[in-house]
């Protein structure tokens, strides 16, 4: 069992936005602000999309935002197209005895 | 351009040790903190071993590991490594190398199986 809870799956037709949310406890999530999402394609490996909850890497279309609520990680995809039909997963820092943890991953599908 | 290249995958059998390795290039390697995450087929991301920057003195296991992983960095060679004993069939997966979460290689397999 994952320690983020994500959705398993979500869907959105094309230019639509998306939100895929991951929650956690105080201890991640709500006591840190060291959230990352990362995208990954069938065969690829993970692609960093947002870090320190709503940063953008270099390259990264703005159409990707991250945010973050008490406990709980929004990432939000606007105008969704066919390439953002991938795997989602969130990450965070933990105070526990382990250093990140991640969220099970959330499939999104392009309708 | 960051570059991380895996190897050392394979299958192997239960009981048995791998020692992977992660050369990287394009960045001052030694600067930078590096994490193993794994992947089992068709599964999640699992994050696996942390190492800190420069002399690597503080390093971190995920509770499924601990006991078994070794992460250990070799600054003058540019390699991070991973050296598994004691695999279990669920320890089958992608295993890929990170700079800090940021910068991912292509991952290498390791299949526990007899």
């Known amino acids: 069992q994952s320690a983020l809870t994500q959705p398993a799956s979500v869907s959105g037709s094309l230019g639509q936005s998306i939100t895929i949310s991951c929650t956690g406890t105080s201890s991640d999530i709500g006591g840190y602000n060291y959230v990352s999402w990362f995208q990954q394609h069938p065969g690829k490996a993970p692609k960093l999309i947002i870090y320190d909850v709503h940063t953008r890497p270099s390259g990264i279309s703005d159409r990707f935002s991250g945010s973050k609520s008490g406990n709980t990680a929004s990432l939000t995809i606007s105008g969704i197209q066919a390439e953002d039909e991938a795997d989602y997963y969130c990450?965070?820092?933990?105070?526990?005895?382990?250093?990140?943890?991640f969220g099970g991953g959330t499939k999104l599908t392009v309708l | 351009e960051v570059q991380l290249v895996e190897s050392g995958g394979g299958l192997v059998q239960p009981g048995g040790s791998l020692r992977l390795s992660c050369v990287a290039s394009g960045f001052d390697f030694s600067n930078f903190e590096m994490n193993w995450v794994r992947q089992a087929p068709g599964k999640g991301l699992e994050w696996v071993s942390y190492?800190?920057?420069?002399?690597?003195?503080?390093?971190y296991y995920a509770d499924s590991v601990k006991g078994r992983f070794t992460i250990s960095r070799d600054n003058a060679k540019n390699t991070l490594y991973l050296q598994m004993d004691s695999l279990r069939g669920e320890d089958t997966a992608i295993y890929y190398c990170a700079r800090a979460m940021r910068y991912w290689g292509q991952g290498t397999l390791v299949t526990v199986s007899s």
């Open positions: 990450n965070s820092y933990t105070s526990t005895n382990i250093v990140v943890v």
């Open positions: 190492i800190s920057s420069v002399s690597g003195s503080k390093i």
